[in-house]
């Protein structure tokens, strides 16, 4: 069975300062991935997607990058953040079928 | 664009009561059609998918029947639960490997005893 796993749980952070948030897939091979942002009470924008290593396309970026390093790690991030980067970052990953599948998420706050 | 329109905001009910929840869609092609639930703190889980053959997706004692002569997927369950209080969201996959999901705005609901 399949298990991803996002990384840290939770974050506060001040404005202006760095964030790299991560997500791990196990057991799926060249999953397609996607990150996710739902500000608090609002709906879900899909930002980044990738489909292979290395290979990473922006939806809306919102002043955030998205890299792929491995097979199985999808990783966002930014040098400097702002107050509306506040808000639930989820992780999604798809198999062949065009469902997607989310982690657990990580909550950002920014201060 | 793909896009989906589906009931919004706050859904009250009294447990026992039939659930019903509005989604239709706008695309140029045959989409996948998708029901998440999302519970208070949670992330979003996949409740319903829609089929290509006509069979009517089931889970949880939720079902929705994809029509494409209306361009719909309401999502319907029979009798609430207290459980069922959750954010529902539709969503509609574009086209492609690794195409969006287009996701509505959701609709809150609350079902009270």
């Known amino acids: 069975a399949q298990t991803i796993h996002q990384w840290p749980v939770a974050e506060i952070k001040a404005v202006g300062s760095p964030l790299s948030l991560g997500c791990t897939i196990k057991g799926k091979s060249s999953p397609n991935l996607y990150w996710y942002w739902q500000a608090t009470g609002g709906t879900l924008q899909q930002l980044f997607y990738s489909i292979t290593v290395g290979q990473v396309e922006s939806v809306v970026q919102l002043n955030l990058s998205a890299s792929r390093p491995k097979d199985d790690q999808f990783i966002l991030s930014t040098e400097k953040l702002l107050l509306s980067h506040s808000g639930f970052y989820l992780c999604?990953?798809?198999?062949?079928?065009?469902?997607?599948?989310f982690g657990p998420g990580t909550r950002l706050t920014v201060l | 664009g793909d896009s989906v329109t589906q009931t919004e905001g706050l859904v009250t009910l009294t447990e026992g009561l039939p659930v019903m929840l509005n989604c239709t869609y706008q695309?140029?092609?045959?989409?996948?059609l998708f029901w998440y639930v999302q519970h208070l703190n949670e992330a979003p889980k996949l409740l319903l998918k829609s089929f290509t053959d006509n069979k009517r997706p089931e889970h949880q004692g939720f079902h929705a029947t994809l029509h494409k002569s209306s361009s719909s997927f309401h999502l319907q369950k029979s009798s609430a639960q207290l459980s069922d209080s959750a954010l529902y969201y539709c969503a509609l996959s574009g086209q492609g490997t690794g195409s969006k999901l287009s996701f509505g705005k959701g609709a809150k609901l609350t079902v009270s005893p």
């Open positions: 999604a990953w798809s198999p062949a079928s065009y469902e997607q599948y």
């Open positions: 695309s140029t092609y045959s989409p996948f």
